[in-house]
């Protein structure tokens, strides 16, 4: 079998899947508090910037895929109207329910799916902006992901990635001891979960850096790709548009 990485760990291709779906079913209920947590609130300005830099527009169609609690979900639809769509989906059902149940309790009922971003259910040319935040490192296959992504955006659409990545060289020391000292504590205090924390940190070192990630965004068909490095390049998001 072919074998990919989880983490530090080398699995089967088959079971990456199962243990992603494994971590996320045990933080759902959790996820939005420790996401908090652990970017002191930061993950709400990023969101904020990649909404911003969205130029998303009233009428617009938007995917919003790896969704999970409905954040980006959210903010879309108060920019799309009543003459736009944003479709929630996510590969996991836990955290799918999760923002679901959120975003209808706020009042907003969204079309949402169950799928997988290498697999999208959606027709060719349906959206005009897709975004994926903090999901994109915990797909096997992300170049079929992201030529799926690109499939299902309308010619000029936009797709926002918006992902952990490469920090600043500085911060490198104290970044590493905040990821693999830190988190997993903070992980067991509040989720009782260390593991899942720990592969947290452990599946942000094995994803693409900032360059990495824009060259494969081009080999997958966007003509333009822009990267906003944020919080010293602990966070970057990927800007491309669909030629």
Request: net charge positive; charged share 25%; glycine share 8%.
């Given at each position: 079998?072919?074998?990919?990485?989880?983490g530090y760990?080398?699995?089967?291709?088959q079971?990456?899947?199962?243990?992603v779906?494994?971590?996320?079913d045990s933080?759902?209920?959790?996820?939005?508090?420790m996401?908090?947590?652990?970017?002191l609130?930061?993950?709400?300005?990023?969101?904020?910037?990649?909404?911003a830099?969205s130029?998303v527009?009233?009428?617009d169609?938007?995917?919003?895929i790896a969704g999970?609690?409905?954040?980006?979900?959210?903010?879309?639809a108060?920019?799309v109207?009543?003459?736009?769509?944003?479709?929630?989906t996510?590969?996991?059902?836990?955290m799918?329910r999760e923002g679901r149940?959120?975003?209808?309790?706020?009042?907003?009922?969204l079309?949402?799916?169950?799928?997988?971003?290498?697999?999208?259910?959606?027709?060719?040319?349906?959206?005009?902006?897709v975004?994926?935040?903090?999901?994109?490192?915990?797909m096997t296959?992300?170049?079929?992901?992201?030529?799926e992504?690109?499939?299902v955006?309308?010619?000029r659409?936009?797709?926002?990635?918006?992902?952990?990545?490469?920090?600043?060289?500085p911060?490198e020391k104290?970044?590493?001891?905040?990821s693999?000292?830190v988190?997993?504590?903070l992980?067991?205090?509040?989720?009782g979960?260390a593991?899942s924390?720990r592969y947290?940190?452990?599946?942000?070192?094995m994803?693409?850096?900032?360059?990495?990630l824009?060259?494969?965004m081009?080999?997958a068909?966007f003509?333009h790709?822009?990267?906003?490095?944020?919080?010293?390049?602990?966070?970057?998001l990927h800007?491309?548009?669909?030629?």
């Open positions: 079998m072919t074998q990919t990485h989880f760990q080398s699995v089967d291709e079971d990456k899947a199962r243990r779906r494994g971590v996320f933080v759902a209920s959790k996820y939005d508090v996401n908090d947590l652990m970017s609130g930061l993950h709400r300005v990023w969101k904020t910037y990649t909404i830099a130029q527009r009233e009428g169609r938007v995917l919003d999970g609690t409905g954040d980006l979900a959210r903010a879309f108060r920019r109207g009543s003459r736009g769509m944003v479709v929630h996510d590969i996991n059902e836990a799918l149940d959120r975003l209808t309790d706020e009042g907003l009922i079309p949402t799916a169950l799928c997988d971003a290498e697999k999208l259910p959606f027709p060719d040319a349906s959206f005009d902006i975004s994926v935040a903090f999901g994109l490192r915990n296959h992300k170049e079929l992901a992201l030529a992504m690109q499939r955006l309308k010619p659409g936009r797709l926002l990635v918006l992902e952990f990545s490469k920090v600043a060289k911060l104290v970044y590493d001891w905040y693999f000292r988190l997993p504590r992980g067991q205090l509040v989720a979960d593991d924390y947290l940190a452990e599946s942000i070192r994803h693409p850096g900032q360059a990495e824009k060259a494969m081009k080999a068909g003509a790709v822009d990267v906003h490095n944020l919080t010293g390049g602990v966070v970057a800007w491309g548009l669909k030629a």
